[in-house]
């Protein structure tokens, strides 16, 4: 059988990756008009600590595979943009920090994990903030996971303004963390996963974590390919992370757990 080919970018996100492209260009001109050396892409890629630098840069740039908030704020402090520049959409509410600025004067941003406030009355608190239960369950990008037990280890604090943009339910709402590379450059190894439970019908091009009874718990985007679904990997390495091809009938056989909202993980 042909494997199919990935779901394209959508307009939105084909132009993120235009945007980001002409800074980048922006860039190569300065430091060529200015006689320094123009700065390549391995260059931008090792700025941003990722293993494959080169074609990780090509790829976003491209359009080949579709920015997320964290390469989005790396390659702003690679290339020295704000991050609305590249995509307001990703970007909403938040900015890069000052050079200058201290430990002492943290990042101010109103995105989802915005710092909390302290010394605030808790009744303003609660009410700018929705505390998600933090389970130590964890799904993985790979071959899959076996939860059986979970437990709540703490909460995470979430703007209630930030989800509601996002048409999410706090009370539909749980963390858990993804484990291996099979979903990177779009989740990485130990990152912070936010799902709405509330979105367990199959939807395509979306990232979901599902259950099923030979594989566990796993974490992959979900592609309508005709009369059949493709549990699929972001990772390029399709000999390491092969499609799963399913009849429409039998993706019910893998339980959907909840739709992946967000993700969070280190720079």
Known sequence: MKKPVRTPLDEEQLADAKRLSEIYKRRVREAKDGGGKAISQMEVGLRCGWNSPQSTVSQYMTGKVALNLDALVKLSDALDFEPYEVSPTLASGIRRAAPAQSKADPLKKDAANTPFPVGEDEGVIDDRYAFIPQYDARAAAGIGHDNPHVEVKSTLAFKRDWLRLKGANPTSLIVI???????????????????????????????????????????????????????????????????????????????????????????
Not at 220 to 240: F, T, V
């Open 177 to 267: 963390y993804a484990d291996g590379e099979s979903m990177w450059p779009t989740i990485d190894d130990h990152d912070v996963l936010l799902l709405d439970t509330s979105k367990t019908d199959p939807a395509d091009g979306h990232v979901f974590v599902l259950a099923s009874t030979d594989k566990g718990t796993i974490v992959k985007r979900l592609i309508k390919h005709g009369a059949s679904w493709i549990i699929q990997s972001d990772n390029p390495d399709e000999n390491k992370y092969p499609d799963i091809v399913l009849p429409d009938g039998e993706i019910n056989e893998h339980r959907i757990i909840g739709r992946v909202i967000w993700r969070g993980g280190d720079l």
